[in-house]
């Protein structure tokens, strides 16, 4: 492989990165802060305001489990993914029905850039740089105003943060609507870079949990960086082997990942608190 | 074997209910005789269903696991059946191979699977499930990628109804002594508390892993024989989301754990499904998105 070939695939994948990161920030906000799940990758099928879908998302939550987090978020994973897995299959049996196309795009934006033998997405550029853009926003909430301290209380000590009076279903509500409100615009971007179809959703989100279980709870950092390294590796393999079989290796590559460190890779065994 | 030791109290308690249940046998034999063949498809398909639910209920019930990967095998046995009987192998001959191959599979596969538990388990095996579709469209030499393998036609639909007949009994029979074996009451016990079981001596990992290999036999046996009705094995559809869900819904419906359960609900949802595809064909997923928020609700009241 020669450099120039090597560098291009290199940012390429970072840009592809991008979307994975922001699939995987969405959930980490949800899944590793307070242990929640969400069908995300099917809402990227949707091309809508992000507003509307935090508000879905809001709604969503207070309709059907709420009710249902009566204790620590662990005991909760298995019967929000049944949930969220059938309103996804509602969404997508709806979206076929309603919506008479099976397949959209759009056309691209932003010029391609070209930078010697060099070839840059104009698309993928904006949307990686959207990206560290909103996680740097995501960021700076969590760590300096009341609202994303009192998340991050509720994700280090259940117990502890509901005694001193954080309410665990009112912060669970305002993270699950920020990460369904990712999770569409994230669509957005995915809209103007591959088609989309209704079925699109179920790899997506899978690959991106188990870039969020991997990557351990209670950061945005490292399922951002887990994101653009996924990115990167697929377009890595797709070139020796074929785009086919760079969606299966990743897929079996990040299988066996969790299979050898269940607890992610950053926490020891004692901490972990999903599953 | 200790694993397999069976109160005989309870063959002996159940010997009355031979006479009816040999009726049964035979009247479902002769349906296909007596009403055509649209009886006799509607039948298998329930047939496999039963089998299905009764056998993911392995894992999905008396071990309690949220599992999505019975697909994966149903695929699996799909696919070898059906290059068998593409190379001239007699039907069960073919079935036999698919269960004897996918036997070190799911013995290979449950070594990693379980060392996950909850929602990461069943996120686990629904990419398992994945993998499997994506690995029969990547080798087109064999599987014939992904549009898929057809097989000469099915020229004795008895044989294969008689077969779908037999495995369904085997199957629920199989289930029903596992209730009350020593294997199922371990199951059980890992379900109620993993941590309490392993420490009265109970071998967690191999009761977990024998469940998965018990639970897999059957659906591949399915799978091959679903090949064989339709003569036609496409990965979307033998790897797909459906085969793992619907046992699974048929499982938690009723009371998983128990043989009538998975067997109640096998029957209730493949007569909705057979009813809703002759009326309302756009309605059938949203069906599963229904009830799947029902159980999970229901699963989330159970627990607090």
Same mark, same amino acid.
């Given at each position: ?60 939550? &207070?309709? !059907? ?5 009566? &204790?620590?978020? &662990? ?13 996804? !299959? ?119 949990? !188990? ?36 969606? !299966? ?27 | ?11 002996? #308690? ?25 009886? #006799? %498809?509607?039948?298998?398909? %329930? ?33 070898? =059946? ?11 001959? *073919? ?11 799911? *013995? ?6 379980? +060392? /996950?538990?909850?929602? $990461? ?21 064999? =599987? ?20 779908? /007949? ?33 420490? %009265? ?7 977990? +892993? ?17 090949? +064989?009705? %339709?003569?036609? $094995? ?20 009723? #009371? ?21 595809? =002759?009326? $309302?064909?756009?309605? #059938? ?20």
């Amino acid at each position: 492989m020669d450099p120039a070939t090597f560098i291009q695939l290199l940012l390429s994948g970072l840009l592809l990165g991008g979307i994975y990161a922001m699939v995987a920030v969405g959930l980490a906000l949800c899944f590793g802060v307070l242990g929640l799940l969400w069908p995300t990758g099917t809402l990227v099928s949707f091309i809508m305001v992000p507003l509307f879908f935090a508000g879905l998302g809001w709604l969503t939550f &207070r309709c !059907f489990l709420q009710s249902s987090l009566k &204790r620590s978020p &662990r005991d909760f994973l298995v019967p929000a993914l049944l949930i969220t897995l059938g309103l996804s !299959f509602i969404l997508e049996e709806g979206t076929l029905t309603l919506w008479d196309r099976s397949m959209a795009g759009l056309v691209s934006q932003f010029a391609t850039i070209r930078w010697g033998q060099i070839y840059l997405s104009g698309n993928r550029l904006v949307v990686l740089i959207l990206m560290l853009a909103i996680s740097a926003v995501l960021q700076i909430w969590l760590t300096r105003t009341d609202s994303g301290r009192r998340l991050r209380a509720l994700s280090q000590e259940p117990t502890g943060a509901t005694l001193v009076g954080i309410s665990l279903t009112q912060e669970t509500a305002i993270a699950f609507a920020m990460a369904t409100a990712l999770a569409a615009m994230a669509g957005l971007f995915y809209v103007t870079l591959f088609t989309v179809s209704p079925h699109l959703g179920l790899p997506l989100t899978l690959k991106a949990l !188990f870039i969020v279980v991997i990557s351990g709870s209670g950061s945005l950092t490292r399922p951002l960086a887990g994101g653009l390294a996924l990115g990167t590796l697929e377009t890595m393999l797709a070139a020796p082997f074929g785009a086919h079989w760079a969606n !299966f290796l990743s897929i079996g590559l990040l299988l066996a990942f969790l299979c050898w460190r269940p607890q992610g890779l950053f926490t020891s065994k004692r901490e972990t608190n999903i599953g | 074997m200790a694993y397999l030791s069976i109160k005989t109290s309870k063959l002996k #308690r159940s010997s009355l209910l031979l006479i009816p249940l040999a009726a049964l046998i035979l009247l479902l034999y002769l349906v296909p005789n007596l009403w055509g063949s649209y009886a #006799r %498809i509607l039948l298998f398909t %329930i047939l496999l269903y039963v089998t299905l639910a009764v056998s993911y209920d392995v894992v999905g019930g008396l071990l309690g696991y949220l599992y999505l990967g019975h697909g994966l095998f149903f695929g699996l046995g799909a696919y070898i =059946t059906a290059l068998a009987l593409k190379h001239g192998q007699p039907l069960p001959l *073919a079935l036999l191979l698919g269960a004897s191959l996918v036997f070190p599979v799911a *013995a290979f596969l449950s070594l990693p699977l379980f +060392r /996950l538990h909850g929602a $990461v388990f069943a996120l686990a095996t629904l990419g398992l499930l994945l993998l499997g579709g994506q690995l029969a469209s990547n080798l087109p030499d064999l =599987t014939g990628g992904a549009a898929g393998l057809s097989l000469p036609p099915n020229t004795n639909p008895m044989l294969t109804y008689s077969l779908a /007949l037999l495995l369904t009994l085997a199957a629920v029979l199989m289930h029903w002594l596992l209730c009350s074996s020593s294997l199922g009451l371990q199951l059980n016990s890992i379900q109620e508390n993993e941590d309490m079981a392993e420490s %009265i001596g109970i071998n967690c990992i191999k009761a977990k +892993r024998l469940a998965l290999i018990i639970s897999a036999i059957p659906a591949a046996m399915a799978g091959g024989l679903h090949a +064989r009705e %339709i003569s036609f $094995v496409i990965p979307a559809e033998a790897f797909g989301l459906e085969n793992s869900l619907a046992p699974l819904l048929m499982c938690l419906l009723f #009371r998983p754990g128990t043989t009538w359960g998975p067997l109640l609900g096998a029957l209730t949802l493949s007569t909705a499904q057979e009813l809703i595809w =002759t009326t $309302v064909p756009s309605f #059938r997923l949203s069906l599963y998105g229904i009830l799947l928020i029902f159980i999970g609700m229901q699963r989330a009241k159970r627990q607090a």
